[in-house]
C-alpha cells in the first residue's frame, strides 16, 4: 500500500524534501543539491533518499522555479503577439511611471515581445462584447504562418473587450491551431485573466505564453520520469496562489505556477499561526540564492489579484512575497569603496568557497562559518563537508581590501546581509499598515534561523520563532494546502445601480463551474467548498481593493449595500489610513474560489521533556568581535519544556539556528523553538 506523502521545493543550491508517513505518524526531511542542468535530477536524486520506490507514495507535490527561472533570465520562447487593429501598441506603451515621476534614472520595463514581433487583426467587440467587426480570419492565419517562418515558439492572442466575450480570441487559436498544429502553445488573453485593464492583461497572456512551453516541457519530462519509476498518483503543483494543482492542469495554465516555488513557505506559517495560536506572523525564508518575506495578517496569507516582475504586471491571484537577492550563497564584494552582499549568487555550483567545488569568492555562508556559527561536518546533515581554511582565505581576501581581518570582514559581511534583509522586511510590512513589532518573526529556509534574531533585534520584533525542519518548512507547507482555483467576472455597477439579486445569480453561476472545476482535478464532492469576494474601488478611482463575502448569496440581502459599504471603508482606513464611508462605490470584479481538500498530515506533538537537561558540548563561537562559550545541542535533543540561554547553535539536518547572548530559547509543545529577550514573556 502507498503510505508516503511527499512535498519537494527546488531551491537555487538544493532541492528540500518532506515525507509524511502515514502508518508511523511521522515526518521526515532531506535535502539534495539542486541540478539546474536539469531539475528532475535533482528531484528524482531527493525522493530516492527518502522513498525506496514511488510507487510507495500516495500524495505528490512540488514546486517548481521553472517558469519563474526562465522569466527572470530572459530565456522564454520567442513570442507572436496577436492584438486587435489599431490598439496593437498598447502593450508597449504600458503603464506610466506613477510611483517614479520624477527619476532621471527611470527605464521603462523591457517588454518580452519586441514591436516587430506584434501584429494587427482586423475584427472588434464594444465594452459590452457585441461584435462591431468581424474577426479578419485570413489576417490570423497569415500572422500563424509568419510565426512558422519566423521560427517563433509560442503565440499570445489578446483582443479589446475579450473578457466579455471571448469568441474572436477562441476563433483565432482554432485558426493557429490549425496551421501549426494541436501542440503549439497559443495564450488567450481572456484565459490567463479574465478581466478588464487590457495592458495587464496582454502582458499576462504574453508571460504566460513566454515561459509556457519550458514549463509544459519540464512537468512532461518529471512526470515521465516518475512514472517509469512507479509512481502511480497524480503530480501536483504550487500554484502562486498558494493552492496545487495537477501537473495536467498546469499545462494548459502554467502562469499559475510562475511563483510557485517560495508560496509554500507562506502556507506553512498559514498552518503555524492557526496551530500556535498567533494570529500575525512575518515569515522569513532565507536559502542559499535569495531572502523572501511574506505575511500572515489574521492567519490568512497575504493574497494579491496582482504581480509585477521586473516591471510587468500579471493578472492573477498570488501571495505576497517580496524577495532580495540575499542567501547563504550570496557573494559579498566591492562597490565604490563599500561593501555589498547580493544579488549575485555563487549557487549550488560552485557554490561558497568553502564548498570546495572551485568558488573563491566570499559568500554569508563562509562569513559564518568564519565565525564558528556553522559545524563544517553536519552540514545538510551531514552530506557535505565544509573547508574552513578556505572559507577563511575567501574572507581574508576581502578583508585586505577594507583593512579588516578575517573575524571582522565576517561579521561585516553578515551585519550588510542582515540590513538588507530587515529593510526587505520594512518594505512589506510598512507598505501594507503593518507594524513588524506586532507581529512574531518565522525563520525558515537553510539560512533563516542562523540570521533570525539579528533581524528581529533591528526590527524590535520581540519573538522569533523557528519551526521544525526549518530548512525544508516550504516543502513541509506544501503538505498542508489544498487543491486551487480561482474564477473572476468582470461586474462593473455603481452602488445606487446595484442589482444585488443579479449580482448574486452571477455568483451562483460562478461557484457551480468553480465547484465543476474541482471534479476535474479529482476532488470528491463533500470536499469541496468555495468563497467569494468582489473588487470594490470609490467612483472615479482607479484601483480596488477585494472585499471578502460571507456567500454567493450575500448581495441579495436588504442590507447588502449598508454591509459591504462599511467593510469596504474598513479594509481602505487599515490599507491606506483614511476612509470616507458614505461616498459612491463602484463594484468592478467578481471572485470565487474554489478549494479541494486532499486531506492534510496534523502536526506532530514534541516529546515532553522528563528532565531539564539534555546532550550538548560547549565550543568557541565569534560574537561581536568576541570568542564566547557557547552551548552547541542537536535539535532532536530539545524536548518540550527544555530551555537554555544564549550564546547557543542549535543544529540540525536542514538548518543552524543561532542564539545571541542576551537571549533565551524554550522549546513548545510542537517542538518550535521560541527565541525572545532574556527575561521578557
Known amino acids: 500500500m502507498a503510505r508516503y506523502r511527499v512535498a519537494m521545493d527546488i531551491g537555487g543550491t538544493f532541492t528540500d524534501v518532506v515525507t509524511y508517513d502515514d502508518e508511523a505518524g511521522a515526518f521526515t526531511a532531506s535535502k539534495a543539491s539542486t541540478t539546474p542542468e536539469d531539475l528532475s535530477e535533482g528531484v528524482v536524486s531527493g525522493l530516492a533518499a527518502v522513498v525506496d520506490a514511488p510507487a510507495d507514495i500516495s500524495f505528490l507535490v512540488h514546486g517548481t522555479t521553472q517558469g519563474l527561472n526562465a522569466f527572470l533570465e530572459r530565456r522564454g520562447v520567442p513570442v507572436l503577439l496577436l492584438a486587435t487593429s489599431g490598439a496593437e501598441d498598447s502593450y508597449h506603451i504600458a503603464r506610466g511611471p506613477r510611483t517614479r515621476l520624477y527619476d532621471l534614472h527611470y527605464r521603462k520595463p523591457?517588454?518580452?515581445?519586441?514591436?516587430?514581433?506584434?501584429?494587427?487583426?482586423?475584427?472588434?467587440?464594444?465594452?459590452?462584447?457585441?461584435e462591431l467587426e468581424p474577426l479578419d480570419e485570413q489576417a490570423v492565419r497569415d500572422a500563424a504562418v509568419a510565426a512558422r517562418e519566423r521560427g517563433l515558439g509560442?503565440?499570445?492572442?489578446?483582443?479589446?473587450?475579450?473578457?466579455?466575450?471571448?469568441a474572436h480570441e477562441l476563433r483565432a487559436r482554432e485558426i493557429v491551431l490549425e496551421e501549426l498544429g494541436e501542440d503549439f502553445t497559443v495564450s488567450l488573453s481572456h484565459e490567463a485573466a479574465k478581466e478588464w485593464r487590457e495592458y495587464e492583461r496582454t502582458s499576462s497572456a504574453v508571460v504566460e505564453s513566454y515561459t509556457g512551453p519550458i514549463v509544459r516541457r519540464y512537468l512532461s519530462n518529471l512526470e515521465s520520469r516518475l512514472r517509469e519509476r512507479g509512481l502511480a498518483v497524480p503530480l501536483h503543483v504550487m500554484q502562486s496562489s498558494g493552492g496545487i494543482l495537477t501537473a495536467d492542469s498546469a499545462r494548459h495554465r502554467p502562469l499559475q505556477t510562475l511563483l510557485s516555488g517560495p508560496v509554500g513557505g507562506a502556507i506553512a506559517c498559514a498552518e503555524l499561526s492557526r496551530a500556535a495560536a498567533r494570529p500575525n506572523l512575518i515569515g522569513i525564508d532565507m536559502g542559499?540564492?535569495?531572502?523572501?518575506?511574506?505575511?500572515?495578517?489574521?492567519g490568512e496569507p497575504d493574497v494579491s489579484a496582482e504581480a509585477h516582475l521586473e516591471g510587468l504586471p500579471m493578472l492573477m491571484s498570488v501571495v505576497n512575497i517580496h524577495t532580495v537577492g540575499a542567501g547563504g550563497g550570496s557573494v559579498a564584494w566591492v562597490e565604490a569603496g563599500g561593501l555589498r552582499v547580493g544579488p549575485r549568487s555563487a549557487g549550488a555550483r560552485p557554490g561558497p568557497a568553502c564548498y570546495g567545488r572551485g568558488g573563491t569568492e566570499p559568500t554569508v555562508t563562509d562569513a559564518n562559518l568564519v565565525l564558528g556559527r556553522i559545524d563544517p561536518d553536519g552540514f545538510a546533515g551531514g552530506s557535505m563537508s565544509l573547508d574552513v581554511d578556505l572559507a577563511v582565505a575567501a574572507v581574508e581576501g576581502l578583508g585586505a581590501q577594507f583593512g579588516l581581518d578575517a573575524v571582522a570582514m565576517a561579521e561585516g559581511v553578515c551585519d550588510v546581509a542582515n540590513s538588507k534583509m530587515a529593510q526587505a522586511i520594512r518594505t512589506i510590512t510598512v507598505s501594507r499598515g503593518v507594524e513588524p513589532r506586532d507581529s512574531s518573526l518565522v525563520a525558515f529556509g537553510g539560512a533563516g534561523p542562523m540570521h533570525a534574531v539579528f533581524l528581529a533585534r533591528e526590527l524590535g520584533?520581540?519573538?522569533?520563532?523557528?519551526?521544525?525542519?526549518?530548512?525544508?518548512?516550504?516543502?513541509?507547507?506544501m503538505l498542508q494546502t489544498r487543491i486551487r482555483k480561482d474564477l473572476t467576472q468582470p461586474y462593473f455597477s455603481l452602488d445606487a445601480d446595484l442589482d444585488g439579486a443579479g449580482m448574486a445569480a452571477v455568483l451562483a453561476g460562478i461557484e457551480r463551474d468553480a465547484l465543476a472545476t474541482l471534479g476535474e482535478e479529482g476532488v470528491p464532492e463533500q470536499d469541496?467548498?468555495?468563497?467569494?469576494?468582489?473588487d470594490i474601488r470609490y467612483e472615479a478611482q482607479e484601483y480596488t481593493l477585494t472585499v471578502p463575502l460571507t456567500d454567493a448569496a450575500e448581495p441579495a440581502g436588504a442590507d447588502f449595500l449598508d454591509v459591504i459599504a462599511r467593510r469596504f471603508a474598513d479594509m481602505h482606513k487599515s490599507r491606506y489610513g483614511h476612509a470616507n464611508l458614505g461616498a459612491p462605490i463602484e463594484f468592478v470584479t467578481l471572485r470565487t474560489t474554489?478549494?479541494?481538500?486532499?486531506?492534510?498530515?496534523?502536526?506532530?506533538?514534541?516529546?515532553?521533556?522528563?528532565s531539564p537537561e539534555f546532550p550538548h558540548?560547549?565550543?568557541?563561537?565569534?560574537?561581536?568581535?568576541?570568542?564566547?562559550?557557547?552551548?552547541?545541542?542537536?535539535?532532536?535533543d530539545l524536548l518540550t519544556g527544555h530551555g537554555l540561554t544564549?550564546?547557543?547553535?542549535?543544529?540540525?539536518?536542514?538548518?543552524t539556528t543561532v542564539v545571541p547572548p542576551g537571549y533565551e530559547l524554550t522549546v513548545d509543545e510542537l517542538g518550535s523553538m521560541i527565541i525572545r529577550v532574556e527575561g521578557k514573556a
Request: charged share 25%.
Open 110 to 130: 523591457e517588454p518580452l515581445v519586441p514591436r516587430r514581433d506584434t501584429v494587427g487583426i482586423g475584427g472588434r467587440l464594444a465594452v459590452d462584447g457585441t
Open 154 to 166: 509560442a503565440i499570445a492572442i489578446a483582443f479589446l473587450f475579450s473578457y466579455q466575450n471571448p
Open 288 to 298: 542559499g540564492t535569495s531572502f523572501d518575506v511574506s505575511l500572515i495578517v489574521d
Open 461 to 477: 520584533i520581540a519573538e522569533t520563532i523557528v519551526p521544525r525542519f526549518p530548512g525544508a518548512f516550504s516543502a513541509w507547507g
Open 528 to 534: 469541496r467548498a468555495v468563497s467569494h469576494a468582489v
Open 594 to 610: 474554489a478549494f479541494g481538500d486532499l486531506g492534510r498530515p496534523e502536526p506532530q506533538k514534541w516529546p515532553l521533556a522528563e
Open 617 to 636: 558540548e560547549v565550543r568557541q563561537v565569534i560574537f561581536d568581535g568576541e570568542a564566547r562559550d557557547t552551548v552547541v545541542v542537536r535539535r532532536d
Open 646 to 655: 544564549g550564546p547557543a547553535v542549535v543544529v540540525e539536518d536542514t538548518a
